[in-house]
């Protein structure tokens, strides 16, 4: 058999170069997967095999999801999502892709009553409610998360909630086995953040954020994120039933 048409594929549409895979990446290589990036500001996504890839992972970016007029590649992001859910077949949003997720879902996606989320802080789990052992890595109280963005959405129907914050419940959900949305940034590195703050600067200096104070805090609580998510990232892929074991290429399509 050829060794390249028999491994799988993870299918990852950006929105901005500098919010990458980061350590979903590095994990998705070693479990043995073909990364093909797209980017959906200037690819025809109407034109994706929208159920051929064995992981569609959609990322994050600075927009939101009601603004279809001035960025209409979101509405095809959103049918490309719905038709995807509606054949179960593995599927991750982070951030603004957990939005999309939520939209395709029918649920409703719109700015936060209580300001950005913006910065480093821990998530949980509902009181009382069981969660799946592959995301316990990230529910340690003393771990830290990244948070960045504005916008948050309602549990969508049939949703299972997995995480939520002081400020804001809907963190993360999953749907059946072959779901994920996160709205927060476990992918992050310490290296990787670097142009995120150049990338964001304008909204680092609405916000009134310290980009060296920033820059200080994913010194102090990156490298345990890090450590989580990785593990975290391999035990979901495991759940899903993604991982391989061949060497991991990496494509693009832009």
Request: net charge negative; charged share 15%; hydrophobic share 45%.
């Amino acid at each position: 058999m050829n060794r390249k048409a028999s491994m799988r594929t993870a299918l990852a549409i950006t929105h901005v170069a500098f919010e990458d895979l980061g350590s979903l990446g590095i994990e998705l290589l070693q479990a043995g997967f073909n990364i093909q990036l797209i980017d959906a500001c200037t690819v025809n996504l109407r034109a994706i095999d929208t159920l051929n890839p064995e992981l569609v992972i959609v990322l994050g970016g600075p927009i939101g999801i009601y603004e279809r007029d001035a960025y209409p590649f979101l509405e095809a992001e959103i049918l490309l999502l719905r038709s995807r859910l509606a054949a179960k077949r593995s599927t991750l949003g982070i951030c603004l892709g957990a939005q999309l997720m939520a939209a395709a879902l029918g649920a409703r996606v719109y700015p936060g009553s209580y300001g950005k989320e913006l910065g480093w802080a821990p998530i949980h789990s509902d009181s009382g409610c069981s969660v799946p052992p592959w995301f316990g890595a990230l529910l340690n109280p003393e771990l830290r998360v990244l948070h960045w963005h504005g916008d948050t959405f309602d549990l969508p129907s049939g949703a299972r909630r997995l995480a939520g914050t002081a400020r804001y419940a809907n963190q993360a959900f999953s749907v059946g086995e072959y779901a994920l949305a996160l709205q927060f940034h476990p992918e992050v590195t310490v290296q990787g953040l670097e142009r995120w703050y150049v990338g964001h600067a304008c909204e680092l200096a609405q916000a009134g954020i310290c980009v060296r104070q920033l820059r200080a805090e994913s010194h102090t609580f990156g490298p345990a994120l890090e450590t989580a998510a990785r593990q975290f990232w391999r035990q979901w892929l495991h759940f899903v039933g993604a991982s391989c074991h061949e060497p991991g290429l990496l494509s693009t399509d832009f």
